[in-house]
């Protein structure tokens, strides 16, 4: 017997890495009659039979599991955004890392296409303009800036993928299939262009499949257009903003919500450029969507 990492479920046969290797994998009888559910990236005992096949004899329990990408046991999730062609949704990007912590799995952020956005800025007509990975850092998150083509920031990125599960995650266009290609050696995925008319992503993934890279298990996924926030009490969604932490118990009120409660630090702290107003924004407008959400519940 031993241990390995589901890749992939296809035509009835299951797909396990382990020892260096992918085995073919059935069912073993009593799991087809419990009929239960395999995901990619859950942890399963295997029992080889002849050459690359086996059988799947157990499995353990799940660390975490997200339902969009449908995957188990990931570690991390990197939330890759363009810096241009097309801008970043910050929107989107906060969403996604609220969905990603409520899920126990920490998010990386990764904005692509560097190359492009220097040569955009560096222009004799385009004014100088703060990096927004900025914003993210302040804020506690890790952020890498790389670029595909030239390979800036792809191996620090790269050190990050050992030894264990990662999705990446994000809006079509963002470059996720070639920043797979830049951080793997040999495997290639289909990329796409961009809409010249929308400049938005045509989508090239179809299936959620963890591949082996850079010394650890990653998933190419198809790309987020809108994400809703997980359930949870009005009083928590300050938690998810890490930047807010020093400062919300410094407010007047204990039960205070950071919207239109007087005397708040939070809103004092943004006034003053130490949190950032997009952040701050998106704060206020998720906050309307939970308690309307609490309502409805």
């Known amino acids: 017997m031993i ?6 479920g296809y035509g009835g046969f299951y797909y396990v890495y382990a020892e260096d290797r992918v085995w073919e994998c059935s069912l073993r009888g009593r799991f ?10 859950d942890r399963v005992r295997i029992l080889p039979e ?25 570690d991390q ?22 969905q990603v912590t409520h899920s126990a ?17 560096l222009s004799p007509d385009s004014k100088p303009q703060p990096f927004v990975s900025d914003i993210y850092r302040r ?3 890790t952020v890498f800036e790389v670029s595909n ?62 591949m082996v890279c850079a010394g650890g298990l990653l998933a190419d996924t198809p790309g987020f257009s809108s994400l809703f926030l997980p359930k949870m009490k009005r009083e928590d969604l300050a938690g998810y903003f890490p930047e807010f932490e020093k400062y919300r118990h410094e407010c007047r009120f204990s039960s205070c919500l950071h919207d239109k409660e007087p005397d708040c630090s939070i809103k ?30």
């Open 32 to 41: 087809r009659i419990k009929d239960q559910d395999f995901l990619p990236g």
């Open 268 to 297: 004092a702290a943004q006034e003053n450029g130490e949190i950032s107003r997009t952040r701050y924004e998106h704060y206020r407008d998720f906050l309307q969507e939970v308690i309307a959400a609490e309502r409805r519940y």
């Open 139 to 141: 804020a506690g998150y």
């Open 77 to 98: 999730a990197l939330l890759v955004f363009a810096m241009t062609s097309p801008k970043p949704d910050l929107n989107l990007l906060d969403r996604l890392l609220i």
């Open 105 to 121: 799995i920490e998010p990386i952020i990764v904005f692509t296409k560097l190359d492009k956005y220097y040569a955009e800025t």
């Open 149 to 210: 083509k030239t390979g800036t920031g792809i191996p620090e990125l790269r050190n990050r993928l050992e030894e264990k599960i990662s999705v990446l995650a994000g809006p079509s266009g963002a470059g996720k299939s070639s920043l797979f290609n830049a951080l793997s050696d040999g495997k290639q995925l289909k990329t796409g262009e961009i809409s010249q008319k929308s400049q938005r992503g045509r989508h090239t993934t179809r299936h959620v499949e963890l």
């Open 50 to 74: 002849s050459d690359n096949k086996a059988r799947i004899e157990g499995a353990e329990p799940r660390l975490n599991s997200l339902s969009r990408p449908s995957i188990a046991n990931v």
């Open 3 to 8: 241990e390995g990492v589901l890749l992939k």
